[in-house]
């Protein structure tokens, strides 16, 4: 068993803390900086690591910076926490994800701050979710500065690997977090940081764009998705990457494909979803502020503190468990470059084998089917995990091993090979591999979803058989011996992916899944988890979050209902009270695609002085056979008066979906 090793510094750094420095853009905007640094800096020059995010640090991710960035700052580095233009306390006004724009303050502000006296001319770039796509795609822009990055539950590929466009199916998360922006951009700044603030917040309502649908309307891989999607030329990045991601997140396949394509980089992924890993569950969590500070002394610093010498992959092969919507701790163990072996299994008539035999099945899912599916990217800590999947099974064409002789460790992307035909022009399939217990609990390990359309060219030809391949999304878990593989095929999987225009039947002639297993027994301990303080609130109101179907017995439609009260708080210490509610409805009858439906309804508070501000956004969508149909709407209130509403109304043509 191998641990982590570097430097550690005994004597740490006074340090101070500025609020809202501002940073002025070439065109004036000023951007609100929070800025933790040494006291000392100006004796003794410091690196400065970056996060460039539109989630509002004055109240939205306070809690996980208090954690993070003082802990840096105290141990020689200056940490910038930017709001992104449009966004929090800075001015200006946000367009959409990942804009030149966005990339190119970005870059300014490492500019900025490379030539500050206070720093050593080193800048890293670290940052979850959007501050880990704008880390890789600014660090393919290459700025002098930017010697390292560390990027989390992030993406490479904007249109197949992302909240949009899964396997070219076009996913509910399009609405759903396009929904949670048409809220956070719509968010008055703090009125005790700007006297301009409510000339701000009336300019961006004004201004706030529906970003639904600017996605809706580009169905396939072109160049909007190109542009930050940075495996269009992995050879653009010159800073040093760690990659780090969680097999509960949605974006696990980063990791590996960062490690494979970017010389010099690292990867780390555990058993979490989309948090950070020293504060992430299910546990086992990590010590991984001191992983990121051996990754900054080395690139930032020239230390040697040891990661040449780390494995490329640190994996965390999680044991076989019982189906659950939410796991407070994975059991499992930590391996170092695992090697892999591949093994095929044939879809025959007896099941799962490893000898090719004739099958021919047909398969006609409900519309319901991946009810059990649990959220594309679980992130809220509600019960959003895959549940027990035999529902979901029965509606699918299930292909079982016998029970196996010994543990089999998957790790990496089983590939499946499928031959097939469909009745439709336009058709999707779902695929899921799964761990069946021997009582029949079907536990989900890993999924890939394929719009056969977009697959083979814009259409399929009616009953014409085809041979296609698709990547599961990658995974490290143990099925125990005695216990079954199994692959499930459906041709919807709803609420995760919008649904084909009209039923479809597939008929399967046959295919394999090869997947990767590790004998490897060479295993790595991370130290145990650091951070400074945590953030200092007073609670006025709980958090707490529910999840639940319906199937109204009168019409057929069955529902998915998910409810998320982020609750309420008073920082203590400048006073903001902040709160926030989410709610999203999915509905469908199991006999008619064209009756899906999604709605999304967000609840904004913020309170200080005599002050209260509160936004309600709402969205919805629905479609026909050749259109979606949008609308969404925006309300703002200052002390219970209506100020500002809006409403929007979007038609959007099909295509490929």
């Given at each position: 068993?191998?641990a982590?090793?570097?430097?550690?510094?005994?004597?740490?750094r006074?340090?101070?803390?500025?609020?809202?420095?501002?940073?002025?853009?070439?065109?004036?905007?000023?951007?609100?900086v929070?800025?933790w640094?040494?006291?000392?800096?100006?004796?003794?020059?410091?690196?400065?690591?970056?996060?460039?995010?539109?989630?509002r640090?004055?109240?939205?991710?306070?809690?996980?910076?208090?954690?993070?960035?003082?802990?840096?700052?105290?141990?020689?580095?200056?940490?910038?926490?930017?709001?992104?233009?449009?966004?929090?306390?800075?001015?200006?006004?946000?367009?959409?994800?990942?804009?030149?724009?966005?990339?190119d303050?970005?870059v300014a502000?490492?500019?900025?701050?490379?030539?500050?006296?206070?720093?050593?001319?080193?800048?890293?770039m670290?940052?979850?979710?959007?501050?880990?796509?704008?880390?890789?795609?600014?660090?393919?822009?290459?700025?002098e500065?930017?010697?390292?990055?560390?990027?989390?539950c992030?993406?490479?590929?904007?249109?197949?690997?992302?909240?949009?466009?899964k396997?070219g199916?076009?996913?509910?998360?399009?609405?759903?977090?396009?929904?949670?922006?048409?809220?956070?951009?719509?968010?008055?700044p703090?009125?005790?940081?700007r006297?301009?603030?409510?000339?701000?917040?009336?300019q961006?309502?004004?201004?706030?764009?529906f970003?639904?649908?600017t996605?809706?309307?580009?169905?396939?891989r072109?160049?909007?998705?190109?542009?930050?999607?940075v495996?269009?030329?992995?050879?653009?990045?010159?800073?040093?990457v760690?990659?780090?991601g969680?097999?509960g997140d949605?974006?696990?396949?980063?990791?590996?494909?960062?490690?494979e394509?970017?010389?010099?980089?690292?990867g780390?992924?555990?058993?979490?979803?989309?948090?950070?890993?020293?504060?992430?569950?299910?546990?086992?969590?990590?010590?991984?502020?001191?992983?990121?500070?051996?990754?900054?002394?080395?690139?930032?610093?020239?230390?040697d503190?040891?990661?040449?010498?780390?494995?490329d992959?640190?994996?965390y092969?999680?044991?076989?468990v019982?189906?659950?919507?939410?796991?407070?701790?994975?059991?499992g163990?930590?391996?170092?470059?695992?090697?892999s072996?591949?093994?095929?299994?044939?879809?025959?008539?007896?099941?799962?084998s490893?000898?090719?035999?004739?099958v021919?099945?047909?398969?006609?899912?409900?519309q319901?089917?991946?009810?059990?599916a649990?959220?594309?990217?679980?992130?809220?800590?509600?019960?959003?995990?895959?549940?027990?999947?035999?529902?979901?099974?029965a509606?699918?064409?299930?292909?079982?091993?016998?029970?196996?002789?010994?543990?089999?460790?998957i790790?990496?992307a089983?590939?499946?090979?499928?031959?097939i035909?469909?009745?439709?022009?336009?058709?999707?399939?779902a695929?899921?591999?799964?761990?069946?217990?021997?009582?029949?609990?079907?536990?989900?390990?890993?999924?890939?979803?394929?719009?056969?359309?977009?697959?083979?060219?814009?259409?399929?030809?009616?009953h014409?058989?085809?041979?296609?391949?698709?990547?599961?999304d990658?995974?490290?878990?143990?099925?125990?011996?005695?216990?079954?593989?199994?692959?499930?095929?459906?041709?919807?999987?709803?609420?995760?992916?919008?649904?084909?225009?009209?039923?479809?039947?597939?008929?399967?002639?046959?295919?394999?899944?090869?997947?990767?297993?590790?004998?490897?027994?060479?295993?790595?301990?991370?130290?145990?988890?650091?951070?400074?303080?945590?953030?200092q609130?007073?609670?006025l109101?709980?958090?707490?979050?529910t999840?639940?179907?319906e199937t109204?017995?009168?019409t057929?439609?069955?529902?998915?209902?998910?409810?998320d009260?982020?609750?309420?708080?008073?920082?203590?210490?400048h006073?903001?009270?902040?709160?926030?509610?989410a709610?999203?409805?999915w509905?469908?009858?199991?006999?008619?695609?064209l009756?899906?439906?999604?709605?999304?309804?967000?609840?904004?508070?913020?309170?200080?002085?005599?002050?209260?501000?509160?936004?309600?956004?709402?969205c919805?969508?629905?479609?026909?056979?050749t259109?979606?149909?949008?609308?969404?709407?925006?309300?703002?209130?200052?002390?219970?008066?209506?100020?500002?509403?809006?409403?929007?109304?979007?038609?959007?043509?099909?295509?490929?979906?």
């Amino acid at each position: 068993m191998i641990a982590s090793v570097g430097t550690m510094r005994n004597t740490l750094r006074d340090i101070e803390e500025d609020p809202d420095l501002g940073i002025i853009m070439a065109d004036g905007t000023r951007l609100s900086v929070r800025m933790w640094r040494p006291k000392d800096a100006l004796d003794d020059p410091v690196p400065v690591i970056l996060e460039h995010l539109p989630y509002r640090k004055r109240d939205g991710t306070c809690a996980r910076d208090a954690l993070t960035h003082p802990y840096f700052a105290a141990r020689g580095y200056a940490c910038l926490r930017v709001d992104m233009r449009g966004n929090g306390d800075s001015h200006g006004l946000m367009e959409d994800e990942y804009t030149q724009q966005e990339l190119d303050d970005a870059v300014a502000v490492i500019a900025w701050a490379a030539a500050q006296p206070w720093c050593n001319g080193n800048v890293g770039m670290m940052g979850i979710s959007w501050g880990g796509f704008n880390g890789l795609q600014v660090a393919a822009m290459a700025p002098e500065a930017l010697k390292a990055v560390i990027t989390l539950c992030s993406t490479v590929d904007r249109f197949a690997d992302d909240i949009h466009y899964k396997g070219g199916c076009l996913l509910n998360e399009n609405l759903g977090w396009g929904a949670t922006m048409w809220s956070y951009s719509s968010r008055a700044p703090d009125p005790a940081l700007r006297a301009d603030w409510r000339e701000m917040w009336m300019q961006r309502l004004e201004n706030e764009p529906f970003l639904p649908a600017t996605w809706l309307r580009h169905q396939t891989r072109d160049s909007y998705w190109q542009h930050g999607s940075v495996c269009e030329d992995f050879n653009a990045i010159k800073a040093k990457v760690l990659a780090v991601g969680g097999w509960g997140d949605a974006y696990k396949n980063t990791v590996a494909h960062v490690v494979e394509n970017i010389p010099g980089s690292k990867g780390i992924i555990g058993p979490w979803v989309h948090k950070y890993p020293h504060f992430a569950v299910p546990e086992p969590r990590i010590g991984f502020l001191q992983e990121a500070l051996r990754w900054w002394d080395t690139w930032l610093r020239g230390e040697d503190a040891g990661v040449g010498s780390d494995p490329d992959m640190r994996t965390y092969l999680m044991e076989g468990v019982r189906p659950s919507t939410w796991y407070e701790e994975r059991s499992g163990r930590w391996l170092a470059d695992p090697a892999s072996h591949t093994q095929t299994f044939f879809l025959g008539e007896t099941g799962l084998s490893d000898t090719q035999g004739a099958v021919e099945t047909t398969i006609r899912s409900p519309q319901d089917t991946g009810k059990d599916a649990g959220e594309y990217c679980a992130i809220w800590l509600g019960p959003e995990l895959p549940g027990d999947q035999r529902h979901d099974d029965a509606n699918s064409a299930c292909f079982d091993t016998s029970p196996l002789a010994s543990d089999l460790n998957i790790i990496k992307a089983p590939r499946v090979r499928l031959n097939i035909a469909v009745d439709t022009p336009r058709a999707q399939i779902a695929v899921r591999l799964n761990h069946v217990h021997p009582d029949g609990a079907s536990t989900r390990i890993t999924y890939g979803v394929l719009n056969l359309a977009e697959h083979l060219g814009g259409t399929c030809t009616p009953h014409q058989r085809e041979a296609v391949m698709l990547d599961l999304d990658h995974v490290a878990y143990t099925v125990p011996a005695g216990h079954r593989l199994r692959v499930a095929i459906s041709t919807s999987y709803w609420p995760l992916v919008w649904p084909s225009p009209s039923p479809t039947t597939a008929t399967l002639f046959g295919g394999s899944v090869s997947v990767q297993h590790t004998d490897s027994t060479d295993g790595w301990t991370f130290a145990a988890p650091d951070t400074a303080p945590p953030w200092q609130t007073e609670e006025l109101r709980p958090e707490h979050h529910t999840r639940r179907q319906e199937t109204d017995m009168v019409t057929g439609i069955t529902s998915l209902i998910i409810e998320d009260d982020f609750g309420k708080v008073r920082d203590s210490d400048h006073g903001l009270i902040s709160g926030s509610v989410a709610r999203e409805r999915w509905e469908i009858h199991p006999d008619e695609p064209l009756s899906a439906r999604g709605s999304c309804h967000w609840s904004d508070e913020l309170e200080r002085d005599g002050i209260a501000l509160r936004t309600e956004t709402h969205c919805a969508m629905h479609s026909d056979a050749t259109h979606f149909y949008l609308t969404a709407r925006l309300e703002a209130y200052e002390n219970g008066t209506l100020v500002y509403e809006r409403d929007v109304e979007d038609t959007i043509a099909r295509d490929h979906v």
